[in-house]
Structure formats: structure tokens, C-alpha cells
């Protein structure tokens, strides 16, 4: 199964992408965790797109393409795999078009995960990420057992530096200006299920399983 999962910055794409690796023994490739993790890394790349995500802006495309197909030319996805956070932009999308026909690969579906702007704010402004692993937290909706601790590894809680209100608008007009247009794209090729992201995210993922369920009905 490969699959694809798409919604506004904050709409819960990750915290769904966990749940759903975790059911289906899929590989995780998150193209703003690949990112943040050459930021921590300090290489070239790192520095090169500090630049972008601080700000909330896009990497280029071509600097995102050239990472996503190192990753998927290695076929180290023996379930199959979850993009999550790419393609966000059309030629994104025809790039990854033309990577899957290289290597012979069909995307199962293109999961959306629907919410509204004013919820995206409220989620974003709570968020808390472990600075070590990664770990996502809400102070309301999925708080630590300790506070500003992470239960996984003990390690202290952050803010992440595009959650700021400023960032988290400019990152909300280029979905709509960029990604947006992907949602056609997607139905158009008879791929697109869209879930309401803003119930609680159990039933959420609930959702998700019924209508990958129904794929195979
Ligand atoms: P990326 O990491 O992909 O950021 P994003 O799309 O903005 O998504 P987020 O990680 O912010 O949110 P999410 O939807 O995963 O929400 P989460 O599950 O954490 O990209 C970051 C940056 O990298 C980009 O801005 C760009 O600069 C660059 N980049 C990445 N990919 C690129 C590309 N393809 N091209 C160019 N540049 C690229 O949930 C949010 C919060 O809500 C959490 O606190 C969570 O606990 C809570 N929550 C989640 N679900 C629920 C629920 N159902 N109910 C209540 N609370 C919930």
C-alpha cells in the first residue's frame, strides 16, 4: 500500500501518519521531517532550508524533488510507504508522477485531512515537539504526563519556531495559493478520500481505516 496524506499545516497529518505506519508496517518519508532533521544535522541542505521553513515559505521544488526521489529510487519500503508533506505543489505532484512511473510504483490513495482554519490555529499555537525526538504534543488535546517533559524521552518540550502566529498565516495562504489546487489533481485520478480532521484523532483514524477498508470492497 502506498499512500499519500495532504491537509493544512497543523491539520494532523503526522499524528494520523503515525497512527496509520503503525497499522499497516508502512515507511514514514515526511519531507518536513527530513528537513528538520539536516537543520539539527547543520548540513548544507540544513542550512540552505532554515531559510524557508523559519519563515513558514516552501523549500524549492527542484531541492524537494531531488530529496524525495533519493529516498523512493531506494525502495527501502518493503510494505510500501506514506508520503507525508509532499507533493504540496503541482509541479511537486508531476514530478512524483513521472518517479513512480520510473519505478513502476501506484499510489494507493490521497488522504486529506479536512479542518478549518480557525481549529489550524488553535492547534498550531498548542503544539509542543520533543527537541530530541520529534514526539508531537497539544497542551490541551495531547498533553505530556509531565509538563514541558517528553514522555517518550525525557527530554524538554519546544515550540517550533514556524508555529508563530505570523509564520502559521504565511503557511496557511501558500496552502491554499499551492497545495490547495492538489485536491483536483488528486480527484481527477479517481484517488482522492477526504476525512473530517476535526473530530478526536482515534476517530479520526477511525475513519481513515473505513474508507481504506471500503478501497477493497
Ligand atoms: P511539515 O512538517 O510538512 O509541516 P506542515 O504541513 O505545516 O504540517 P505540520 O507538521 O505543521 O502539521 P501536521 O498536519 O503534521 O499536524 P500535527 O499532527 O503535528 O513542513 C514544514 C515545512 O517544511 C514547510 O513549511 C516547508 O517550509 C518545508 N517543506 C516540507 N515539505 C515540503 C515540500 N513538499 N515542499 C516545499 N517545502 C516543504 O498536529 C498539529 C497539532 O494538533 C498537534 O499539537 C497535535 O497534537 C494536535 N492534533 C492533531 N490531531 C488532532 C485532533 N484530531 N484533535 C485535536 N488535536 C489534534
Not at 51 to 60: A, H, I, R, T
Not at 207 to 214: A, N, P, R, T, V
Request: charged share 30%.
Amino acid at each position: 500500500m502506498n499512500l499519500l496524506i495532504m491537509g493544512k499545516p497543523g491539520a494532523g497529518k503526522g499524528t494520523q501518519a503515525k497512527k496509520i505506519l503503525d497499522h499497516f508496517s508502512l515507511t514514514h518519508i515526511s519531507t518536513g521531517d527530513i528537513y528538520r532533521d539536516e537543520i539539527k544535522k547543520g548540513s548544507e541542505i540544513g542550512q540552505e532550508a532554515k531559510k524557508y521553513l523559519d519563515q513558514g515559505n516552501l523549500v524549492p521544488d527542484k531541492m524537494t524533488n531531488d530529496i524525495v526521489w533519493e529516498v523512493l529510487q531506494k525502495h527501502e519500503y518493503p510494505n510500501g510507504f506514506m508520503l507525508d508533506g509532499f507533493p504540496r505543489t503541482i509541479a511537486q505532484a508531476e514530478a512524483l508522477d513521472e518517479m513512480l512511473n520510473t519505478l513502476n510504483i501506484h499510489l494507493t490513495a490521497v488522504i486529506n485531512v479536512d479542518v478549518d482554519d480557525d481549529v489550524i490555529s488553535d492547534r498550531m499555537a498548542g503544539r509542543r515537539v520533543c527537541s530530541n525526538c520529534g514526539e508531537t504534543y497539544h497542551v490541551e488535546y495531547h498533553p505530556p504526563k509531565k509538563d514541558g517533559v517528553c514522555d517518550v524521552c525525557g527530554h524538554s518540550l519546544i515550540q517550533r519556531k514556524d508555529d508563530l502566529k505570523e509564520s502559521v498565516l504565511n503557511r496557511l495562504q501558500i496552502y491554499k495559493n499551492k497545495t490547495q489546487p492538489l485536491l483536483d489533481y488528486y480527484e481527477n485520478k479517481d484517488l482522492l478520500l477526504v476525512i473530517d480532521g476535526e473530530n478526536p484523532s482515534d476517530q479520526v483514524f477511525e475513519d481513515i481505516l473505513i474508507k481504506l477498508g471500503e478501497l477493497h470492497d
